[in-house]
């Protein structure tokens, strides 16, 4: 079956576009996160939500970065006035429920580099 | 806060030699602990899970057992393959916490003939 999808696969921006990124979880997931992976790093957590809820947005690392999935599917990032330090892999993820230990899939990411 | 520790790598590591790469963890309470693995190219694989102390997970050859006297979640394969080169993460997360995960820094394992 279908998994996680995300696109753009790439984005190059330039300092102060905004950007939007796409995630499509899999079909029926009621969980989804968003992660931010820096080159050589682990991905950090960004948000999270449960259907179309925003339970967690803890990780986002200032006011330019805002997340929504209005019908508790498809999810989009957006990124507001991009400046270098955002550039890194943005992973969705989605999982069945919001147990602890379901399983999360990842997507492919979208991999921003903004000049 | 909650936090993972990996050795740092890369590792290389000849054919059917054995593996292990150290993951230790800081958290309170009790998380569930999991293997992640990225293969070049690919997106990130949930490798194996332990939800409890003493709890062994394996998937593929590869094993790790949670310990919570030394807060840590070794992974370890007896005899690794070239297909088994990739990025591998360690990371934890906790139920009442909606389980985000927190991830190490990853550790790059090569594997040559």
Known sequence: GAGVSQSPRYKVAKRGQDVALRCDPISGHVSLFWYQQALGQGPEFLTYFQNEAQL???????DRFFAERPEGSVSTLKIQRT????????????????GGSNEQYFGPGTRLTVT | GNSVTQMEGPVTLSEEAFLTINCTYTA???????WYVQYPGEGLQLLLKATKADDKGSNKGFEATYRKETTSFHLEKGSVQVSDSAVYFCALSFT??????????????????
């Not at chain 2, 309170?28 to 999991?34: A, E, H």
């Not at chain 2, 009442?96 to 003939?113: I, Y």
């Open chain 1, 83 to 98: 400046q270098q330090e955002d550039s890194a892999v943005y992973l969705c993820a989605s999982s069945l429920s919001g």
């Open chain 2, 28 to 34: 309170t309470g009790y998380p569930s602990l999991f």
């Open chain 1, 56 to 62: 967690d947005k803890s990780g986002l690392p200032s």
């Open chain 2, 96 to 113: 009442g916490g909606g389980n985000k995960l927190t991830f190490g820094t990853g550790t790059q394992l090569k594997v040559e003939l």
